[in-house]
């Protein structure tokens, strides 16, 4: 993830939280993987699908923020610790936001920022005036 410019994930954090204008401009500015990333914190299948094929890692991040178990390992086991890192955070383990925090503002934010989309996710899901009406 180091690879992007600082404005770039600034702006997929923007994306992530919902700025569809940042997310559609990713997307056709050679960006695609993290304007589809934030389609599949969301199940969308094509975007997820897309992301297997084409940026796993970032796949295996979401997952990883869902709590499985295997995704983490993944990509701890393929080099990929600061995501690894993110999922963690953003799947509320306190020690490894506080690690992003004091080593990396910018992907403690990002953390923060799926975490709260999966927290409101979730919270959908869970809130019975929601049901059957997706």
Known sequence: ??????????AWGEAISGNTEIRDWLM???YPELGLFCFALYFDKKA???LMKNAPYLLAMIKGV??????IRWLDVNGFTLLSRIAKAADDDKEQMQWLM???KLFAAIAQRI???KDDIEET???????GYE
């Open 102 to 104: 004091k080593n990396d």
């Open 66 to 71: 869902e709590g499985k178990k295997d995704a």
């Open 28 to 30: 056709k500015n050679n």
């Open 48 to 50: 997820s699908d897309w």
């Open 1 to 10: 993830m180091k690879q992007y410019p600082e404005k770039i994930l600034l």
């Open 125 to 131: 899901n869970n809130d019975v005036h929601h049901w």
């Open 115 to 117: 975490k709260f989309v």
